[in-house]
């Protein structure tokens, strides 16, 4: 132990003389860092679902056979058909196709049991208290003792539904809209007793629902960028059922310590939205969750799990049950979430025919619910690079935290002149580690820029050298080694009192109230704007939710609060894998997801989300500085209209290690620059084409070939495979692309 301290004492006198830095420097060093794999490497295309694939044209026949006792509703278009038993309904669509929200026809060897269940429009999952370990049972509209009445109202019809068991009740309404129909449960409607809480709805879960593989075609999924589910009898050894969580996991009711422990696998879900396909460009149904989206979570039930039948459907949650730690061993008690979540569900089912009866229809149907909040984009004669710099990171020091400059505001400014003169004309910049406390530690104090950095000259050049320039803030989470809050009276906790804890190897991050968070943010915001900067880039804001439970603010509560704030600031806004609520109120998506799960449940992964996003917002991919292979990642930002992204730093990466920011492990300028350069012309190329326009189609010629149609009329295919293509007489190189002008 002695000579520990002496050894220190000895290393701090080498520090005051000046010694120390030099160690320091010689023992880093300014080594050439790993090379990024070549651009010119035309590596094998290995066929999976990370791609989209032909789809069969086989017609699609509806075997739905049409109510026999029904109340004929009109509507706008047509008539609709309602079986007041089950309150299934059934609309033809404009092809003739009879859709079924249940289903209708005789399949030999099912139980009555079973027909019932594939009819009944509504099944609540419930809690019995009584029970001391809260057992949970089911009620639909076919339990004994279930009754409802029928109301007609115009185009569509009400119900107020008393289920059986639980004897909770509910009120179920149904509009019929001329392409589309509304399904809606008013929160004011639903009714418990004593003994039975709500645990979840589900809604008409068998509409669409397909029998083995009797119809071509498939379901979407908003998993990640989107992928697809084609009908087929499935391997019997797939045995468990697709279900996520709209938004992600909620994270209020666990035991993690650390939540950087409580992580989904795969990629999540964005967009509050689901469809299936019968008959590919033939017929199809997209449903919209409008209302009680962060409650919500996606199912497919596959044949193996549901007697043959193939079905997506969407479950609302108003209670679960979480664990009550009663010691500091670790010991826990089971308990019941006493206030259910209050909510309303609404789902818009969107009928789509023909050219739109596929994923990019459904895509469109979207962007068009969303028209009135999405803002568009200005048109550019050039693609924008998104490009982040780091300035300030902080470590452990032998005896005192160590601040690394890693990037000064004038040597950020010299990259984008020297990418300027390498025709890079549009950046959007970001400032990360702007303050004294660096990138890590600074959360959620964002008040001024550190002296270290440069002057406020500098900062003005450097603004006035991009084409915006972004600092970067996170608001949500507030780190031990920070200040800007009491960590006595601001943090936000879970159901069972734990405060959300995330831990790195360098300091402790936790949540703040929902109050406090939005407090922080204008206080943010009102320092920051004595600053020549565009906007802010915000870390967690745009995919992060969390209850606030000792304040009694919910997850809707938040998505709302978080809207309101980012409409009443000046500054632009990018946000980081943000959420569908939070769309209308940001300028730029950083960090967009580029594949599905993959799940091997998957056959496709489709560009969804960008298809809806195009023309609207500008998107920019994760970091191209770790692309495993490059030229592949690069074609498929051509693919789905989505800008590259670097981060730059003037210190070389080493620097680093022992931080935060730690995976970073190449981001030197002068190492990448050529890199940045050859990858940004050859997107440039493509893209520069269509800035600002919308996608309108996506055809794939083959497997690894696709045709990508924007709204000026240009096409854009893309050959993913090692060996030439031909395209409209055009052939195209392995691994490139061409502009059909």
């Known amino acids: 132990m002695y000579k520990l301290i002496l050894k220190?004492?000895?290393?701090?006198?080498?520090?005051?003389?000046?010694?120390?830095?030099?160690?320091?420097?010689a023992m880093v060093g300014e080594l050439s860092e790993t090379p990024i794999p070549g651009f010119d490497t035309i590596s094998p295309f290995v066929d999976s679902n990370r791609y989209t694939h032909q789809k069969s044209s086989a017609i699609a026949t509806s075997f739905q056979d049409p109510f026999a006792d029904a109340v004929a509703i009109t509507i706008p278009g047509g008539v609709a058909y309602v079986e007041q038993s089950s309150l299934s309904f059934q609309v033809e669509n404009d092809n003739g196709y009879l859709w079924s929200s249940s289903v209708n026809y005789d399949v030999p060897g099912l139980s009555n049991a079973f027909k019932n269940r594939l009819k009944s429009a509504v099944f609540i999952e419930f809690y019995n208290t009584k029970n001391p370990s809260f057992a949970t049972d089911e009620d639909s509209m076919f339990t004994t003792g279930t009754t409802h009445d029928f109301e007609l109202i115009e185009h569509g019809f009400h119900s107020t539904i008393t289920f059986g068991k639980s004897k909770i009740t509910m009120g179920l309404y149904v509009i019929f809209g001329e392409d589309h129909i509304t399904v809606s449960?008013?929160?004011?409607e639903i009714i418990e007793g004593a003994d039975f809480k709500l645990k979840s709805i589900r809604i008409y879960?068998?509409?669409?629902?397909?029998?083995?593989?009797?119809?071509?075609g498939y379901i979407f999924l908003p998993d990640g960028i989107g992928a697809t589910i084609d009908y087929k009898v499935t391997n019997p050894l797939i045995d468990t059922n697709y279900e996520k969580s709209i938004y992600d996991r909620n994270i209020g009711f666990n035991t993690q310590a650390n939540l950087n422990n409580f992580v989904s696998t795969g990629t999540k879900i964005y967009a509050p939205v689901f469809g299936f396909v019968h008959g590919v460009d033939q017929n199809a149904v997209f449903a919209n969750i409008q209302k009680g989206a962060p409650y919500g979570m996606l199912y497919v039930l596959f044949p193996s799990n549901s007697r043959g039948f193939s079905t997506v459907f969407a479950q609302f949650n108003y209670r679960t049950t979480y664990s009550q730690p009663i010691d500091k061993i670790g010991n826990t008690i089971s308990l019941l979430q006493q206030n259910r979540n209050e909510f309303d569900i609404e789902i818009k089912y969107a009928l789509l025919e023909d050219e739109d009866a596929n994923y990019v229809g459904m895509a469109k149907s979207y962007r068009s619910d969303l028209e009135s909040t999405l803002s568009g984009v200005d048109t550019l004669s050039s693609v924008p690079l998104r490009l982040d710099t780091i300035g300030i990171e902080k470590k452990e020091g032998l005896l005192f935290p160590q601040s690394v400059v890693m990037t000064k505001l004038s040597d950020f400014e010299g990259m984008i002149k020297d990418l300027n003169g390498k025709g890079i004309d549009?950046?959007?910049a970001t400032y990360r580690g702007f303050t004294s406390s660096g990138v890590t530690w600074s959360a959620p104090k964002y008040e001024r820029f550190a002296a270290s950095l440069g002057s406020q000259k500098d900062l003005e050049r450097l603004s006035?050298?991009?084409?915006?320039?972004?600092?970067?803030?996170?608001?949500?989470?507030?780190s031990n080694r920070s200040s800007g809050y009491n960590q006595y009276f601001d943090l936000a906790k879970k159901i069972n009192t734990q405060l959300y804890r995330y831990d790195s190897g360098t300091d402790q991050k936790y949540l703040l109230e929902h109050e406090k968070m939005e407090s922080v943010f204008h206080r943010n915001v009102d320092k920051l704007g004595r600053y020549p900067i565009t906007g802010l880039a915000m870390e967690s804001m745009g995919g992060l939710l969390y209850d606030d439970f000792e304040n009694g603010h919910n997850l809707?509560?938040?998505?709302?609060?978080l809207e309101a704030m980012l409409s009443l600031t000046n500054f632009k806004i990018a946000l980081k894998e943000a959420n569908a609520y939070l769309w209308g109120s940001m300028d730029h998506f950083f960090d967009f997801p580029m594949y599905s799960s993959q799940y091997v449940i998957f056959d496709d992964t489709v560009p969804f989300m960008s298809i809806v996003l195009s023309g609207n917002m500008t998107l920019f991919g994760p970091y191209a500085n770790f692309y495993p292979y490059a030229r592949d990642e690069l074609l498929r930002l051509i693919d789905f209209g989505v800008y590259p992204s670097f981060v730059v730093t003037e210190k070389s990466s080493k620097y680093l290690q022992k931080t935060g920011l730690e995976s970073i492990y190449s981001s030197r300028y002068d190492d990448i620059a050529p890199l940045i350069d050859t990858y940004?012309?050859?997107?440039?190329?493509?893209?520069?084409h269509v800035v600002g326009q919308t996608i309108e189609a996506r055809e794939?010629?083959?497997?690894?070939?696709?045709?990508?149609?924007?709204?000026?009329?240009?096409?854009?295919?893309?050959?993913?495979r090692n060996q030439s293509m031909t395209v409209s007489g055009v052939t195209i190189l392995p691994k490139s692309y061409h502009v059909f002008l």
């Open 700 to 720: 794939v010629l083959a497997s690894g070939l696709v045709v990508v149609t924007y709204a000026n009329g240009i096409r854009i295919a893309v050959n993913y």
């Open 556 to 561: 809707t509560d938040l998505t709302m609060r």
């Open 185 to 188: 449960v008013p929160n004011d």
């Open 464 to 478: 006035e050298s991009a084409t915006e320039l972004f600092v970067e803030a996170e608001v949500m989470k507030a």
């Open 680 to 688: 940004y012309h050859f997107v440039d190329g493509a893209l520069s």
């Open 205 to 216: 879960p068998y509409f669409g629902a397909v029998l083995e593989n009797n119809t071509p």
């Open 8 to 25: 220190k004492v000895m290393i701090l006198v080498l520090i005051v003389f000046g010694i120390g830095a030099f160690i320091v420097e």
């Open 426 to 428: 549009h950046i959007i």
